[in-house]
């Protein structure tokens, strides 16, 4: 079993900056891609960015393009996502996860660990 568990999100005004992080215990998770997704209230939920299994390849979905970077430190076993230039649309509750490949993915279906969410309020 894989136990994720974001930090770092909370309020944050239009323009601003955060930082979610996910740290992972249990079984390693460096031998596989990871992925933010995130869910706002009423819509469905999305692929926000994905980093496989050594960090050297990542992939941005449209929502993160420009502002958002996906990063990782394995030895620490944690995942990170540096959100900037905020905008109240980025409003949401954002959820790391495991994939069950090396490489990245945008596919839901191929997460098999998720977190519990951070979520993130972007207002003035």
Same mark, same amino acid.
């Given at each position: 079993?894989? &136990?994720? %568990? /974001?930090?770092g999100g909370g309020?944050?005004?239009? !323009?601003?900056?955060? $930082?979610?992080?996910?740290?992972?215990? *249990?079984?390693?998770? =460096? =031998?596989?891609?990871?992925?933010?997704?995130?869910?706002?209230? !009423? +819509? /469905?939920? /999305?692929?926000?960015?994905?980093?496989?299994?050594?960090? !050297?390849?990542?992939?941005?979905?449209?929502?993160?393009?420009? $502002?958002?970077?996906?990063?990782?430190?394995?030895? +620490? @076993?944690?995942?990170?996502? &540096?959100?900037?230039? #905020? +905008?109240? /649309? @980025?409003?949401?509750?954002?959820?790391?996860? $495991?994939? &069950?490949?090396? #490489?990245?993915?945008? $596919? *839901?279906?191929?997460y098999v660990y998720w !977190? &519990?969410?951070?979520? %993130?309020?972007? =207002?003035?």
């Amino acid at each position: 079993q894989v &136990q994720l %568990v /974001e930090s770092g999100g909370g309020l944050a005004q239009p !323009g601003g900056s955060l $930082r979610l992080s996910c740290a992972a215990s *249990g079984r390693t998770v =460096s =031998s596989y891609a990871m992925g933010w997704f995130r869910q706002a209230p !009423g +819509k /469905e939920r /999305e692929f926000v960015a994905g980093i496989n299994w050594s960090g !050297g390849s990542i992939y941005n979905a449209d929502p993160a393009k420009g $502002r958002f970077t996906i990063s990782r430190d394995n030895a +620490k @076993n944690t995942l990170y996502l &540096q959100m900037n230039n #905020l +905008k109240p /649309e @980025n409003t949401a509750l954002y959820y790391c996860a $495991r994939s &069950q490949c090396s #490489l990245h993915t945008g $596919r *839901g279906d191929d997460y098999v660990y998720w !977190g &519990q969410g951070a979520q %993130v309020t972007v =207002s003035s």
